[in-house]
């Protein structure tokens, strides 16, 4: 007999296969829909996408997981606060990031605040900032380099940094972003 948690993978597995999008691409979308009530967010990913119901709960099931912290509350985990509501789509960018950054060392200090996460070393080296419902900025300490492109001077978005780069996705961690992140970190 097949378990209950079995037939979740399953259902997982079967959500991508029919959709080809993944569970983590559809709790973006329901994160991003602007909808905070679990009735409005299923109906929008039946009316709008065309799930089913079992699928859109699932989905929205997993969105509130997302925003919740193991004690149960969000409000008790900065990070899921910051990641909550409209900006939940957000929080898969937050991640490719943290990734990037734990895999420089065992010496990467993840330091959530209020409005923003401080990635720290022996001091701050960069920070991550969910700033509106589309964007993640990332500031970055890279004194002496100049900006150019994506890597903007940081202007008024934060005087602990001296770059930013905007991050609509996950995707927008690239080479480029991770190079950047592990020269500020050599540095720090």
């Known amino acids: ?8 993978v399953t259902m997982i597995r079967n959500l991508e296969e029919k959709t080809g999008k993944s569970l983590e691409q559809w709790i973006a979308i ?3 829909s602007g ?17 089913g ?9 997993r969105l509130k997981e997302a925003a919740t912290s193991a ?3 969000a409000e ?3 990070i899921a ?6 900006k939940a789509g957000l929080r898969p960018i937050y991640d490719a990031l943290i990734r990037t950054v734990e895999s420089f060392g065992g010496d990467v200090e993840i330091s959530p605040k209020r409005a923003y996460v401080s990635v720290r070393r022996s001091k701050q080296f960069a920070l991550i900032q969910p700033t509106t419902k589309d964007r993640v900025d990332l500031g970055i300490q890279l004194k002496g380099v100049a900006a150019g492109g994506r890597l903007e001077a940081s202007g008024s ?8 780069v905007r991050l609509a996705e996950a995707k927008d961690v690239d080479a480029q972003v991770r190079g950047w992140l592990k020269q500020a970190y050599d540095a720090s």
Not at 81 to 86: F, L, N, R, T
């Open 71 to 73: 004690t149960g509350s």
């Open 35 to 51: 909808h905070t009530k679990h009735g409005e967010v299923v109906s929008f990913l039946k009316e709008k996408h065309g799930l």
């Open 30 to 32: 329901a994160g991003a």
């Open 1 to 8: 007999m097949t378990t209950p948690e079995e037939a979740v």
């Open 76 to 78: 008790a985990d900065p």
């Open 53 to 61: 119901h079992g699928y859109a709960n699932l989905v929205v099931h």
């Open 81 to 86: 606060q910051q990641y909550a509501g409209p």
């Open 157 to 164: 978005f934060n005087a602990m940094v001296s770059h930013r």
